[in-house]
Nanobody
Framework: QVQLQAYGGGLVQAGDSLRLSCVASGRTFSSYVMGWFRQAPGKEREFVAGIRWRGSTTLYRDSVKGRFTLSRDNAKNTVYLQMNSLKPEDTAVYFC?????????????????WGQGTEVTVSS
């Protein structure tokens, strides 16, 4: 069982940066693939980024490549999503999730545990 808590969202201007954090409970955190999803009003939840358990493999959706960086600190049971050059279209509620699968997966049903969302609003 893994419990996740995400925080770090806020209201920023276009071009600004934010760092989201997701803290996990549970001794087996390092064995999970971790992912971030987001959901904008009226839209479906979409994959943003994912990272394997040792952090050796990361995967990003095309629209955030080069701007977002996902990392993990297994000693602190935490994953970080550094978001730079934010755009208004990045506005959404961001969710962290954990998957017991071995590879980074990009669809929500493949994740077993979810944290509460943290809201990110980017003004133009």
């Amino acid at each position: 069982q893994v419990q996740l808590q995400a925080y770090g969202g806020g209201l920023v201007q276009a071009g600004d940066s934010l760092r989201l954090s997701c803290v996990a409970s549970g001794r087996t955190f390092s064995s999970y693939v971790m992912g971030w999803f987001r959901q904008a009003p009226g839209k479906e939840r979409e994959f943003v980024a994912g990272i394997r358990w040792r952090g050796s493999t990361t995967l990003y959706r095309d629209s955030v490549k080069g701007r977002f960086t996902l990392s993990r600190d297994n000693a602190k049971n935490t994953v970080y999503l550094q978001m730079n050059s934010l755009k208004p279209e990045d506005t959404a509620v961001y969710f962290c999730a954990a998957s017991r699968l071995m590879a980074v997966v990009t669809t929500a049903p493949e994740y077993d545990y979810w944290g509460q969302g943290t809201e990110v609003t980017v003004s133009s």
